[in-house]
Structures are given as structure tokens and as C-alpha cells.
């Protein structure tokens, strides 16, 4: 299920089965959060990258946060989080929380399921791209007609670029991407009316 964010904030997206409950890029409206894991486990939570907008709230929640090492000073960083732009203050200490470091195509465990980690660089040198069956959360990676932003702190257009033509050559059309802002759309949708998509596939 969906947490819609607005100008300034993420979606956040919260994956349930069973009694258990994968909470990813939480940054806003704790209140409905919590209302929403009501009867469950919350087993961790999964980080997209290292700006505020996408991980404000993960102080709030005592579980395991996985995410890319490249990603964890800038997460601390305010001058380069997004903290400042956006006026929203950190409230959490990476150094308190349980952190774990995931890498390319690492598998997470989910009940009897698993959960596979892209690592797509370019938006930040950490971002992450999570497949959970057949949805692929892109946080600031790629989005409905558009795709991430390179010109912030370690953000790289042809990194960027690599990582978009990996996923769309390696991850069938059929795929849904639900990504960390707007609206969601497919790998098929994208290859048919993403400009920006249809540019660099043809390189």
C-alpha cells in the first residue's frame, strides 16, 4: 500500500504478508504509518537513498534499515540531505540505529519471499532500486515520464544512465515501478512514452 507524499515528500510504501511488514523510504504522516502496521510485525525497513524527503522518519521505528554504504554519510550530512532545502530538521543518528549495508543484487529474506536489491547509481552514488515479486520500487531512480536528478551531491548523469538501461535491459516489460514520486507506471509504459528512456535505449 501507498502513503502518497506531496511537493517535498516521498511516497511511502509499506509491503505486507502475513504478520509481517517492510516499510520503505518513510518520511511522512507517522500517525498513518503506525495505523497501517497495526497487527503487524514490522520486520525492517528499506531505504531508496539518503535524502531526508525519503528517510525522515526511520528514528521513529525499532528494526533493521538496509541501505548502500555509499549512501550513509550523505544521509547524515545536512548540507547535502536536503534537510536545509526543504526546511525539515534530521531527527535521527544513523550511529544509534541498526543499519545494514546491502549490495548489488543482494536478496532479503521477507517471510517466505524475497526481496532483490538493485544498485542503481546516478540520482545518489547509494540509490536503490527494490524488486518484491513483480513491482520494482525506484525511489528517485525513474519515475512515470521522467527520471532522477543528477545534478544534486553525488549524482551522476552517466551513471544514471547505465543503471536505467541495466534495468530495462535485465527486468522483464511487465514489471510495475512504483516510484518515490507521482504516479506509478510500467517498464512497457516507459519504453513506449518516456522520452528520456527511449534516448538512451537507443544509444
Not at 57 to 78: A, R, T, V, W
Not at 127 to 153: A, H, M, P, W
Not at 176 to 203: A, F, V
Request: proline share 2%; charged share 30%; glycine share 6%.
Amino acid at each position: 500500500m501507498i502513503i502518497k507524499g506531496n511537493d517535498d515528500l516521498s511516497h511511502v510504501y509499506i509491503i505486507k504478508r502475513y504478520d509481517k511488514a517492510v516499510l520503505i523510504d518513510p518520511s511522512h504522516s507517522y500517525n498513518d504509518i503506525k495505523t497501517q502496521l497495526t497487527g503487524y510485525q514490522l520486520a525492517f525497513i528499506l531505504l531508496t537513498h539518503g535524502h531526508i524527503d525519503h528517510t525522515a522518519l526511520i528514528g521513529e521505528f525499532n528494526c533493521p534499515i538496509y541501505m548502500h554504504k555509499d549512501d550513509y554519510e550523505l544521509s547524515q550530512n545536512d548540507d547535502q540531505n536536503g534537510s536545509k532545502d526543504i526546511k525539515l530538521r534530521r531527527q535521527f543518528d544513523l550511529k544509534k540505529l541498526d543499519v545494514r549495508f546491502v549490495t548489488d543484487l543482494t536478496e532479503i529474506d521477507f517471510t517466505d519471499e524475497k526481496i532483490k536489491v538493485y544498485h542503481t547509481p546516478g540520482h545518489t552514488k547509494g540509490s536503490l532500486c527494490y524488486l518484491y515479486r513483480k513491482q520494482l520500487f525506484t525511489g528517485d531512480t525513474l519515475f512515470k515520464d521522467g527520471v532522477g536528478r543528477t545534478d544534486l551531491i553525488g549524482g551522476s548523469t552517466a551513471s544514471l544512465n547505465k543503471s536505467l538501461k541495466r534495468l530495462f535491459k535485465d527486468l522483464p516489460q511487465n514489471i510495475t515501478i512504483l516510484p518515490g514520486h507521482d504516479d506509478q507506471s510500467t517498464l512497457k509504459d516507459e519504453l513506449k512514452q518516456n522520452t528520456y528512456i527511449q534516448k538512451i535505449i537507443s544509444k
